[in-house]
């Protein structure tokens, strides 16, 4: 196992600890540079949401990795060998109160539960779509050219506005809820590319969950935990430091070069007394709220066959699936979209919550009725990034503020995408360009 590096290459920071700032962090090490993670929590991992259920690791945040996340299983297989369990896709969706599942492993039956629950126009504008995305593999990110110009075209008007209502309530909401926390209304064609991708893929689990690579990540780098990045410095047109509050200390540390990887609404607050342009583009970037439940039954509630279903009938829980393949008697119940939004100080509604899904589990898949055995969650107040319309403009503003700043680099949900592998993208790239605009460590020094 690597150790981590002292005295070799430039001093450079990584503000956030999510898999964006994560990536990033990796790519500098790895470059020979001395990298400083700066995490606000307690612990690693942001939005994965590390935590435990009774004695077991789990994640409260994204999980699924997708067989199309190359940069993501590099990732990790650079840190160690992790086992990955299929899970594959399995959503299943409702329409009225019946139950329409699309399974990779059951292609013709997937095709006619979505021929179910869309018109003949909707299914073929969306099949426009998917097309392009397998044409194309950068339609499955942000601001590809194709998405681009169906924004310049389309995006005065949300993602609702284009499609049936029976489409919309049957399979976007669902797509949309997961994805970016947001109704139909609440999102854009021009973003679209992103979410649908989702149905174009197969998924598996790191088994172990991702404690063990964050562990492994910490040995080869500084971590400054429970510091709050406050401030960006800038001398003479270029980013020089930080200002940074730990324990109720304030100071100016200086870096030699700086990613940002937080969310737009947090990268916002550290640029703007330097940057305030930039500042006010990055605070029109939506995000929505969620919470997480996991609980532990005494028994399977999810068959093999049935494995997560998007609840759509008004209430709070947007989904509720089986954490793993081999996991069916541990649920994870989400409350997401305008329904399940409240106050992440503020969890009182989600007992009662998860006993009305419990009940709707019943109802739909006739589950039996179970024991708790162990229960844990999470609320966050901006637990998912929905973009802004004509994102492929916005995105030109906030490159062309950033190239004015040497020395600093952006990463995060609101560049490429929310997927964990659109993240872990902008976080290698960040870092690439900033290794290239460092240079490289001294080769002497490296060889010691």
Not at 281 to 301: K, T, W
């Amino acid at each position: 196992m690597a150790t981590r590096r002292t005295g070799e290459g430039r001093r450079v920071a990584v503000v956030g600890s999510g898999i964006s700032g994560l990536s990033a962090a990796l790519r500098l090490e790895q470059s020979g540079h001395d990298v400083e993670v700066i995490e606000r929590d307690s612990v690693l991992g942001g939005r994965f949401g590390v935590g435990r259920l009774g004695d077991r690791r789990v994640m409260m945040g994204g999980k699924n990795i997708g067989r199309k996340y190359t940069a993501f299983r590099s990732f990790t297989a650079a840190l160690g060998s992790y086992p990955w369990e299929q899970f594959g896709i399995n959503q299943s969706f409702m329409k009225d109160d019946e139950v329409l599942t699309v399974d990779s492993t059951r292609r013709s039956s997937s095709l006619n539960s979505i021929r179910q629950m869309a018109t003949p126009r909707d299914l073929a504008r969306l099949g426009r779509l998917a097309a392009q995305i397998r044409l194309d593999d950068s339609s499955r990110f942000l601001g590809s050219d194709y998405f681009t110009r169906l924004a310049r075209k389309y995006d005065r008007r949300p993602l609702s506005s284009h499609f049936s209502a029976k489409v919309t309530k049957n399979l976007l909401r669902p797509l949309t809820v997961r994805m970016n926390g947001a109704e139909p209304d609440e999102v854009y064609l021009g973003t679209f590319g992103t979410n649908l991708s989702l149905l174009m893929d197969t998924y598996d689990q790191l088994s172990g969950g991702i404690e063990p690579a964050l562990e492994a990540l910490a040995r080869r780098v500084t971590v400054r935990l429970d510091t709050e990045v406050t401030g960006l410095v800038v001398r003479q047109g270029k980013a020089v430091g930080l200002r940074l509050s730990h324990g109720g200390t304030e100071i100016e540390r200086s870096y030699d070069g700086i990613v940002i990887a937080t969310p737009a609404y947090a990268t916002a607050q550290i640029v703007r007394s330097e940057m305030s342009t930039l500042s006010k583009r990055l605070g029109e970037v939506r995000y929505f709220g969620s919470s997480v439940v996991l609980v532990e039954y005494d028994r399977p509630i999810f068959t093999p066959e049935v494995r997560a279903l998007a609840i759509n009938d008004g209430g709070p829980c947007s989904n509720a699936g089986s954490y793993a393949m081999e996991s069916r008697h541990i649920v994870r119940y989400t409350y997401s979209g305008r329904p399940g939004r409240i106050d992440e100080q503020d969890q009182s509604p989600l007992d009662d919550w998860v006993g009305e899904t419990e009940e709707r589990l019943v109802r739909y898949l006739g589950a039996s009725r179970a024991q708790r055995v162990h229960t844990g969650g999470r609320s966050w107040s901006a637990a998912y990034c929905a973009y802004v319309p004509f994102h492929g403009e916005f995105l030109r503003e906030v490159s062309q503020a950033v190239d004015e700043v040497p020395g600093l680099e952006l990463a995060g949900d609101y560049l490429m995408g929310a997927s964990l592998e659109s993240c872990c993208r902008t976080g290698r790239s960040a870092a690439d360009r900033l290794a290239a605009a460092l240079g490289a460590p001294d080769a002497a020094r490296v060889g010691r």
